[in-house]
């Protein structure tokens, strides 16, 4: 396994090895791999060297591939956001991670504002003028982090009702694109990749970005997921290899372009981000005839666990084996430290190189989830007599709305808030399409009249739209248990009834 000490490491050496391939194409630009290592210098350069944070607020574009490799080569830890996220709900990450800057774009200046506090803005407009200087500029000594340093702060899902921010070492990061790499090999120089999945996402970092920057690949990067546009680009840019979602991939099959397009150059489509059903895997290899390599993982985890590797079986409905130097176990739900043999199910922990440091702020949480060297992930899963991993149940309350992480602890805060709402209740309900849609449950208080749309407003207004409820219910009351809590096992059954 061929890792390197840093993700800039790793561009240096692509850049060193393949300096005149494609390495991002973005509409009618195309940067090689010296281009984008003269765009990271001159980036790197402009952010400063005072360490710190750097935010980033993007849509995908040029500037959203540099910038990881940039902060990261301005020893900076980056932290990328939801371009989704209302102020509300980035006022909350910018005070807890205190940035020193934020990259913008200029469509959104105007929502993070007044949410900035004491953190610089930087416009994304100010940042591309500069790139044709950057790109004339001979080359220069492209610095390397501190590989044992913090190198990512990613926000995900928090059972409080609040985002965590999960750290991630220099070396973790690139450590777990080798990883990827031993179940998952990419041809040297020679493959294209599309890239439709958001870049601030982890996945798409993973199995994106950082998968082209390891392997000298040339990623195509569309703006935002659109049917048509994708499908055409596929035969346009040659595409070979094409990371996706259950959500994409049911999506691209109802469309009426995609029985006519050509897919012979395709020959791998991986699956991340949330569960893909039998059905849609086989309907998609029999329509494209490019087998999908399901695989597990979780932003506290770099985010690669395992993946059905493609030099050995695939297994429907498993997301494979563990990626080199990675231990994963399934033990007893009540102490966790009972390790389960073949066939029975309990939580999945696990062990590498990779794992998060911890959460930013959150010493409890940590303790919780690192335990002995472990990651508990709180999903639930059970191995076969093979060692293929299949994932069976969550133990939290997370729901996966599109591939995006939603606690409904959030959602549930958020309505408490309504002046018309007394309690509250969000659970997951499944959805052929999204994988998972939110349901909500209300009890008014006293001679309020319900309105359902005018409640998704008032929740649109605060948060990302994926987190706004697809439906939400008036109860007379909640289901309670005999300790007086919520019951959401009786709503869950009743939301799949």
Not at 426 to 447: K, S, T
Request: net charge negative; with cysteine.
């Amino acid at each position: 396994m061929r890792a390197h000490a840093s993700i800039v490491a790793m561009l240096e050496a692509t850049a060193g090895e393949f300096p005149r391939h494609a390495a991002v194409v973005f509409g009618d630009t195309t940067w090689t791999y010296a281009d984008l290592r003269r765009i990271v210098v001159g980036l790197a350069r402009y952010l400063g060297s005072g360490g710190g944070r750097i935010a980033t607020l993007l849509p995908n574009s040029l500037l959203a591939c540099a910038t990881p490799y940039a902060a990261a080569a301005a020893g900076a830890q980056l932290v990328p956001l939801n371009p989704l996220y209302t102020a509300r709900e980035l006022e909350y990450m910018l005070r807890d991670a205190a940035p020193r800057l934020l990259v913008v774009d200029d469509a959104l200046v105007e929502r993070v504002q007044p949410v900035l506090g004491d953190c610089t803005l930087l416009r994304a407009s100010e940042l591309a003028a500069r790139f044709p200087a950057w790109l004339a500029q001979d080359d220069e000594a492209l610095l390397l982090p501190d590989p044992d340093g913090e190198g990512l702060l990613q926000y995900t899902g928090g059972s409080s009702g609040f985002p965590k921010g999960v750290i991630l070492t220099h070396r973790a990061l690139a450590t777990n694109v080798a990883q990827r790499d031993s179940l998952l090999p990419v041809a040297p120089g020679g493959e294209r990749v599309l890239c439709v999945m958001p870049l601030f996402h982890s996945y798409a970092m993973a199995m994106g970005l950082f998968l082209c920057g390891h392997s000298g690949s040339t990623l195509v990067v569309q703006p935002g997921y659109h049917p048509e546009r994708l499908l055409e680009a596929i035969v346009r840019e040659r595409i070979t290899i094409f990371p996706g979602s259950p959500t994409i991939f049911t999506g691209l099959m109802q469309h009426a372009a995609f029985a006519h397009t050509d897919w012979s150059r395709v020959h791998t489509c991986y699956s991340g981000s949330a569960a893909l059903s039998r059905e849609t895997l086989e309907r998609w290899q029999s329509a494209t005839g490019a087998p999908i390599y399901e695989g597990y993982g979780q932003t506290e985890a770099g985010p690669v666990l395992s993946f059905n590797p493609a030099r050995g079986p695939v297994k429907v409905g498993s997301v494979g084996v563990a990626v080199a130097d990675t231990e994963l176990q399934v033990v007893d739900l009540e102490e966790g430290t009972r390790v389960l043999p073949a066939g029975e199910r309990g939580e999945i922990r696990a062990r590498g190189p990779q794992l998060m440091r911890g959460y930013l702020n959150l010493p409890a949480e940590t303790a919780e989830a690192l335990r002995d060297g472990w990651l508990y992930t709180g999903d639930i899963g059970e191995f076969d007599a093979d060692g293929y991993l299949y994932i069976r149940d969550r133990k939290k309350d997370l729901v996966i709305v599109g591939g995006y992480n939603v606690y409904p602890r959030e959602v549930e805060e958020v309505l408490f808030t309504h002046p018309d709402v007394a309690e509250a209740a969000v659970v997951g309900q499944p959805d052929a399409y999204r994988g998972e849609i939110l349901r909500a449950f209300v009890v008014l208080r006293p001679e309020r009249a319900f309105d359902e749309e005018a409640l998704k407003a008032f929740c649109a207004e605060r948060l990302a739209r994926y987190k706004v409820p697809a439906r939400i219910e008036a109860l007379e009351a909640l289901p309670k248990t005999s300790v007086n809590k919520t019951d959401k096992k009786v709503l869950k059954a009743r939301v799949r009834a």
